[in-house]
């Protein structure tokens, strides 16, 4: 693991590990590596045929990330406001 994505408030938000000692090898099963290996593959296969597909796609999701989502617990459905102890 190199980076990690951590939530505050409603932001995600990627940084680096906390320590040095945080980066580590995790271990991944045969079958989960070979999805993974599939995902890249076809990744990589269509960003050479439909580069200009994947940077809008890539400019979308991250406007998406980067818009304000109001934070404060009246703006969140009531099931999700803190509740008055009492």
Same mark, same amino acid.
């Given at each position: 693991?190199?980076?990690?994505?951590?939530?505050?408030?409603?932001? =995600?938000?990627?940084?680096?590990?906390?320590? /040095?000692?945080?980066?580590?090898?995790? $271990?991944? /099963? $045969?079958?989960?590596? $070979?999805?993974?290996?599939? !995902?890249?593959?076809?990744? /990589?296969? %269509?960003?050479?045929? %439909?580069?200009?597909?994947?940077? &809008?796609? &890539?400019?979308?999701? *991250?406007?998406?990330? *980067?818009?304000?989502? =109001?934070?404060? &617990?009246? !703006?969140?459905?009531?099931? %999700?406001? =803190?509740?008055?102890?009492?």
């Amino acid at each position: 693991m190199r980076w990690q994505i951590a939530q505050l408030g409603w932001d =995600p938000i990627q940084g680096t590990l906390k320590t /040095d000692a945080s980066d580590r090898e995790i $271990a991944v /099963d $045969a079958e989960t590596m $070979a999805i993974l290996k599939e !995902h890249k593959f076809t990744r /990589d296969a %269509y960003t050479s045929v %439909y580069p200009e597909a994947v940077a &809008a796609a &890539a400019e979308a999701t *991250a406007a998406l990330l *980067a818009a304000k989502v =109001p934070s404060s &617990a009246s !703006h969140r459905p009531a099931r %999700y406001r =803190p509740q008055a102890e009492g």
